[in-house]
Every structure is written in C-alpha cells, then in structure tokens.
C-alpha cells in the first residue's frame, strides 16, 4: 500500500463521510411533517416510544441526530423523560438499517439478478435520476435528487475505500495492529474513539465494513468495535445536553448508561463464552459486510431486550448523576425554544407553533379580561393585563428572532411558508395584547374621571364585546385546531363588528346631539370602537393567514376580496352573524 492508496482511502472516506451526511440531512428534509407527525403520536408506552426513535432513526439514517432532537425536545417539554428512555433505545436498533444497506456492496455472484443488487451496478442510474431532479426541480423533488445523490456518493466512497484498503491484506503491520483489538478493553476503546471523533456510529460502522474488504479482520476483533461505537456515538448527545435543564441532561446520560451496561453484560457473555466453550472457529473467521451488519444489529437488539424492560432504573440511576437539588429553585417564566432542534427545522416549526400557541393564550387572555373590567374594575386584574402585554412583547420579540434563525436552514415549501405563517401570526398577537392596554386605559380613564356611560350605551357596547369575543374564539379555534371551515368564518365576522362599530358611532352622535352624551365621553367612545375594530382586523389576518397558507400563498386583501365575492358559505355565514348582532342591535 503505497502514498496514492492512503490517498485515495481518505478520499473515500471524505466522500462517505459527505455522503451520508447530505443523504441523511436530504432524508430529514424530505421527511419534514411526517416526523413531527410521528413524534406527536408518542405515548408514554415502552413499545411506543422504541418504535418511534426505530422509525425516526430509520428515515433520517443517524441515532446521534435522535438523541440530539429528543435532548431537545426534553429540554422543550416536549417530550418526558421516561418517554426520551423509549425512543433512545429504538434509535439505537434504528441505526443498524445503514450498515444493512452497506453490506450489499460485499455481493458477488455470477447471477445477473443478484449482481444488480450490488450497489455498484444501480448507483450510477441513481446518480442519474438524481441530478436530473436535483437541477430540474425544486421544493420536494429537489430533495428527493439530493437524497438519490448523497446515496450515490456514499456507495461510491465506500468502494472507493474498499479499493484503497484492498492492499493491506499483504501489510503484515496492519494484520498485527487488528491482532490487537481482540483485546476486548482495547477493540471497544478503538471503536468508542473512532465513532466519538467522527460522531457517527453508523460512519464508523461502514468504515469497518470497507476494512473488512481487507480480508484481515475476523470477528473476534469486529465485535468489541461494534461495541465501542455505541459508547463513542454517546459523545454528541453529551455535547448537546451542555447548557440544558436537568431532565436533558439526564436523557443523554440514560443514552450513555444504556450504551455502557449493554456493552459491559454483552461483552463480558462473550468473554465467557470465549472462555468455556471453543468458539475460535467462530472468532477467527474473516469478518464480512453482512456478517458485520449482522452482529451490529444483534448487539443492539440484545441489549434493547435486556434493558427495555429496566427503563424505570435507567430513569432512577440518572438522578443518581443528575439529583434534585436540595433546595427549590425559582424559575422564571421561560420561553423554551431550543436552538438544538434547528438541526431538524420541521420540529423546530412544530415547535414554534406550541410556543405560538401559548402566546395566543396569553394575547387572547388578555384582550377578554380588559373586556371584563367593564363590568367592575379591579387593580388586581388591570396589573395582570399589564403583565400579560409585557410578556406577549417578550414572545413576539423570542418568536420572531429564532424563527428568522431558523430560516437561514434549509427547509422545505411546506416548512417555509408554515415559518411565514408564524411570523405574521406572532405579529398579530402581539398588536392584539396591545390593544387590551389600549381598552384598560379607557376604562382607567373613565374611572378616574368619574365618567359613565349612558344605559344605551352600556349596552350596545355589551353587544359588541360579545362580537368580538366570538370573533376571538373563531381565530383562536382556526389556529390551534387548523381548522379551515372556522377560519372561513372570520371574515363574515369582521365585517359585523365593522358594521356595529358604524352604527354605534352614529348613534352616539345622536346621544351628543340630544345633550345625552359630553364630548369628553365621545373621545372615550371613539377610542374604544378604534380597538375593537383593530382587535377584530388582526383576528382576521389569523384566519386568513390559515386560509392562504393552505392556498401556497399569502395575500390577505385578496383572501378577503375572494370570500365576499365567490363564497355562497359567506352570504350564508354573514346572514346568521347579522341576525345575532344587527337585528339585535336594530331591537
């Protein structure tokens, strides 16, 4: 093995390397929705959790990306401890699908069907496909040539490495040094190292595989580096749990004991059987890609099998790591939107849109207790309103930033115009917290100036708090549910509270006219139909925001403009609200 070998294996290497990362980053792309689908259908059981972190990792091709979303996602609240146990483990057996894929490039035969079956043979028309997609599309087809591409030019780092290394089956240096690693402390320390340098077991995995071209490994070396990459791949979950709560930390602690004791009870078996009975036909056999893919998979099944059923002491022996402390803490409201999960931009969406729907709780809280305090002022009530708006301008300000952030990332169509829709959103109900300071202050003002409002007054105004309630509900219900029918009801709703809000300044003209009214009333008047109607607009870009967004585009006058104009639901809609709110009105 000469210069132009070591040469050509580290660029094989770099093109695996490159390979897999663009294949599995091109994967989680694509996937987009459907994880953030799977992920929300967790439940709290073993079996569903071990299946979803399975699934998970089988799509995206790497256990160290899981582990890094489901550290975050503790991180979120998104996710309970005892559930991020579950899909650990399954990350760890969903892992073992890419050295399955690797090991077809170790078929030989002399059949022209079980040839085509080697990767060499279909690589090049998937290449093809692919950057044909690649360059002639966009959106998902796009990353669907990426996927076909980063596939290609992982197969093609992997030969090209099983071609460089092929020379070494004569170097009796390297035959010595793989001797070694039949030392089962120093084969798991040489694959623990290995896979926490280039954070991938599934990487160091194929690296094996490629070596094993050599002929010169036997699976007496292979099984206590297969081991070891679990331990290694632990380093990036340890890495991101860096910074986090305390139940992150101890999920990634949970990935490394799970590593640890599977490596320590299986290993040690091994050792023993090594010792009692003869095996060395086994352990001295040459070391295959299949059979390296087969006892990479059977190490993680055992050991999920043996430690799936303790995931209640794994949760115990990480608050062993991590305890309590002592004294309760004080924590502070906190908006948790985790950074890490920006790896995975459709999570960080669903993500977004939770914490979207936490700030509409709050906006919506507000502008209906500033409607309350008509009824009977109370300070109590009044400061929370206060609080309430300083921490919708708190959500806007967090919200806005990560989700411009979180643009910079590759995202898909679908991703991209959900992060516009969000931006809008947040904006909308930041002016809506606004706006109930804006009725708290004229309802101060009233009291403070001994001001009343005529019976009449009081209630035409009750009628339109009522509309406008109705109208919050529907924008509310449209955003949390995406629901698409109440959103379509929005509109029609505007349209009323514009119409009450014509009405009742008319007729408080009157009422001044008459003397039954001052000018200083009037000023209050026209302030509070100015937030109501400003309430009532920004409730409607919500529900048109739902709207246009399942329309791929985001033109609300138009949206407004097409309901009028086309919808028999509309007329129909419009005549029922007018019923409820005008006719009363006209009583």
Known sequence: MDLFNVLEMIGGLCLFLFGMSLMGAALEKRAG???????????????????????????????????????????????????????????????????????????????????LLKPSSFTPILALIGIIMYMSGSGKRKDTGTILLGFATLMFGMDTMSAAVAGLKEVEAFRNILIMFENPILGVLAGAVLTAIIQSSSASVGILQALSSTGQINFGAAIPIIMGNGIGTCVTALLSSIGTNRNARRASIVHLLFNVIGTVVILTLFCAAKAIFDITAFTNSTATELGIAIVNTAFKVLSTAMLLPMSNLLEKLSFKFIPEPAVAEVVEDKIELDERLMATPSIALEQCRLVTGDMARISIAAIRESLELFGKYDADLAQGIRKKEDLADKYEDVLGSYLV???????????????????????????????????????????????????????????????????????????????????????????????????????????????????ELGFVWSDLLTNIGRVADHCSNIAGCIVEMAQDKLDLHDYSKVMKRDSAEYAEVYKSYSEKYLKTLGE
């Not at 929705?33 to 979803?52: E, N, P, V, Y």
């Not at 991020?84 to 050295?99: R, S």
């Not at 339109?464 to 924008?475: H, K, Q, Y």
């Open 33 to 115: 929705h459907g994880l953030t689908a799977l992920l929300s259908k967790l439940t709290g059981g073993k079996i569903a959790g071990f299946m979803t972190g399975l699934c998970v990792t089988a799509i995206i091709q790497s256990s160290s990306a899981t582990t890094v979303m489901v550290v975050g996602f503790v991180n979120s609240g998104i996710m309970t401890l005892r559930q991020a146990i579950n899909v650990i483990m399954g990350a760890n057996v969903g892992t073992t699908v890419t050295a399955w894929i690797l090991s077809l490039s170790g078929i030989d035969s002399g059949n022209l069907f079980v040839s």
């Open 405 to 519: 952030k979180l643009n910079t990332y590759s995202l898909s169509d679908t991703d991209s115009h959900e992060s516009t829709k969000l931006l809008h959103m947040i904006g909308d109900l930041e002016r809506i917290s606004d706006h109930s300071v804006n009725i708290l202050a004229s309802v101060e003002e009233l009291r403070d100036k001994g001001l009343t409002f005529s019976e009449p007054a009081k209630q035409e105004l009750a009628l339109t708090f009522d509309a406008l309630r109705e109208m919050i509900d529907l924008s509310y219900k449209a955003y949390m549910e995406n629901d698409m029918e109440t959103a379509m009801k929005a509109e029609p709703m505007k349209q009323i509270i514009d119409a009450l809000k014509n009405q009742l300044r008319s007729r408080h003209i009157r009422r001044m006219q008459k003397g039954d009214c001052t000018i």
